[in-house]
C-alpha cells in the first residue's frame, strides 16, 4: 500500500494561533504519520520538503499511483469553535466512512468534538470538490482521497494540544491505525524470542474501537512503542 501525505501550507503562511503556526504543525504531523504508517509496512511519501511550497495542484498531482492522498490541516473558526472534521471527495462517496472513522477516532484522543464527515463542492464546478488539491489527487487516480481539519487552531484548548509535539504523535498513530484498518493492512506485534518467557499488560478494555485506538496512542506516545490492539 502506498500513502502520499500532504503538510498543509509552508513557511511564510501566516494561519495559526497565538503561538501555532498551522504550517509547522502540519509538517510535524505529517512526518509522525509518515513513520507510523512506515512502522506498519505502508510505503509513504510527502508533497513537500520542509521549507518548500508547492502549487496545490503539484500536491494533488503527486498522488498519482497511490492508494491514498491525505492533506494535513488545522482549522480556524473565530475562537470558540473546537473539534476534528475530515473532508473525503465528492467523487469518491465510499469514503465517507473513512473519513468519519478518522474524524472519530481523532477527536476521541483529543478529548474534543466529532464533527464527522464532509464534503465541500465546487460552486463554479457541480460534482467536483471544491479543494484544488482534492480535486487534483482524484483527477491523478487516487484512490482514496481525504483532507483532515484536526482541531481549531485559533482556540486556546485545541492549540493548546497542536503545540504539543507527545500528542501530535498520538494524533499521527490515531490516523495511521485506522488508515492501515481500512487499507487492509495487518500490523502483527513481533514474535516472542524463542524458549523466552513473555509478560505482557493490558492497559484496557473497551467496547469502542476508537476509544481503544486512544489508548494505544497514548501508549506509544508515552515510548511503549510495541503497544497493539487484540480484539477478542
Avoid at 501525505?5 to 504519520?33: C, F, Q, R, T
Wanted: proline residues 3%.
Amino acid at each position: 500500500m502506498k500513502v502520499m501525505i500532504d503538510p498543509g501550507h509552508a513557511p511564510g503562511n501566516a494561519n495559526g494561533g497565538k503561538v501555532y503556526k498551522e504550517y509547522a504543525g502540519m509538517w510535524k504531523l505529517s512526518n509522525y504519520l509518515k513513520n507510523a504508517l512506515e512502522r506498519r509496512g505502508v510505503e509513504a511519501a510527502l508533497t513537500r520538503a520542509e521549507n518548500a511550497d508547492p502549487s496545490l495542484t503539484k500536491r494533488g498531482q503527486a498522488a498519482a499511483e497511490y492508494d491514498l492522498f491525505v492533506s494535513q490541516h488545522s482549522n480556524a473558526g473565530g475562537g470558540a469553535a473546537r473539534g476534528v472534521e475530515v473532508y473525503y471527495s465528492v467523487r469518491i462517496p465510499g469514503d465517507k466512512n473513512f473519513a468519519a472513522d478518522i474524524s472519530r477516532a481523532v477527536a476521541a484522543y483529543m478529548g474534543n468534538p466529532d464533527r464527522g464527515a464532509k464534503t465541500r463542492e465546487s460552486t463554479v464546478s457541480k460534482g467536483y470538490d471544491y479543494y484544488t488539491v482534492m480535486f487534483e489527487a482524484v483527477k491523478a487516480g487516487a484512490k482514496h482521497v481525504l483532507l483532515c481539519e484536526t482541531g481549531f487552531h485559533d482556540n486556546l484548548m485545541d492549540e493548546g494540544i497542536l503545540l504539543n509535539d507527545a500528542s501530535l504523535a498520538g494524533i499521527a498513530e490515531i490516523q495511521a491505525a485506522v488508515i492501515c484498518a481500512k487499507l487492509g493492512v495487518v500490523s502483527a506485534p513481533a514474535p516472542a524470542p524463542e524458549n523466552k518467557i513473555i509478560w505482557r499488560v493490558q492497559a484496557g478494555a473497551f467496547g469502542v474501537r476508537a476509544n481503544a485506538e486512544a489508548m494505544l496512542a497514548r501508549m506509544k506516545a508515552a515510548g511503549f512503542a510495541d503497544a497493539f490492539i487484540k480484539a477478542d
